[in-house]
């Protein structure tokens, strides 16, 4: 069955210091993919989005993802994390391969210690 | 952000009672959507809707129905509620392209208590 892997339900990571979050989708051959992100009691918001062209992305607030289609990821990195980002995150996947909807992770919950 | 709001935003019910929840639209989006939030699932569709009077089911569409009546109103029913229905719901909108390749925006989600 189709699905997207966020293998990490938790992160902490140092306010100041780089990010990486991971996401992994199961197949396709032309993806479309997303991150969101969702503050405490609020809804999802985008912050980036890949169709196609360059594989490097840039987002808001100061996020990029990179596809890679040969590992079948799509990988969140934020160079210096803010107390403010401290959020959960979701990566999802669309695509012809997945009908009639876009298939979300379970999320990837993100806590910055100052 | 895009123009929804999703009625009630916190509501507690009991088992057995029917239970409405309201998405509405300012965008004029053909596509609408209801999720539902649990721990450790993400987010999992229940219905979608791709027009008025137009609606097909997700993958958790089980004890749910929906009804779109006006393009910028989606209702999600749950006939007889059940504990296992306690859940954030969230109602997105997208409307461009289809629905498994275009950008979707959420609404600020609807906490149900079923008791």
């Known amino acids: 069955a189709q699905s997207v892997t966020q293998p990490d339900i938790h992160i902490t990571v140092s306010e100041g210091a780089s990010l990486e979050l991971r996401c992994n989708y199961s197949?396709?051959?032309?993806?479309?993919l997303f991150w969101y992100v969702q503050s405490p009691g609020q809804g999802l918001q985008l912050l980036l989005k890949y169709f196609s062209g360059d594989t490097l992305v840039q987002g808001i607030k100061g996020f990029e993802a990179e596809f890679k289609r040969s590992q079948s990821s799509f990988n969140l990195r934020k160079p210096s994390v803010h107390w403010s980002d401290a959020a959960e995150y979701f990566c999802?996947?669309?695509?012809?391969?997945?009908?009639?909807?876009?298939?979300f992770g379970a999320g990837t919950i993100l806590r910055v210690k100052s | 952000d895009a123009g929804i709001t999703q009625s009630p935003r916190h509501k507690v019910t009991e088992t057995g009672t029917p239970v409405t929840l309201r998405c509405h639209q300012t965008e004029n989006h053909r596509y609408m959507y209801w999720y539902r939030q649990d721990p450790g699932h993400g987010l999992r569709l229940i219905h979608y809707?791709?027009?008025?009077?137009?609606?097909d089911k997700g993958e958790v569409s089980d004890g749910y129905s929906v009804s779109r009546s006006k393009t910028e109103d989606f209702l999600l029913t749950l006939e007889s509620a059940t504990s296992s229905q306690t859940s954030v719901y969230f109602c997105?909108?997208?409307?461009?392209?289809?629905?498994?390749?275009?950008?979707?925006?959420f609404g600020p989600g609807t906490r149900l208590t079923v008791l």
């Open positions: 997105a909108i997208s409307g461009r392209g289809q629905p498994n390749t275009d950008t979707q925006y």
């Open positions: 197949y396709g051959a032309t993806p479309y």
């Open positions: 809707s791709y027009g008025v009077k137009d609606t």
């Open positions: 999802a996947v669309g695509g012809a391969e997945y009908g009639n909807k876009l298939v």
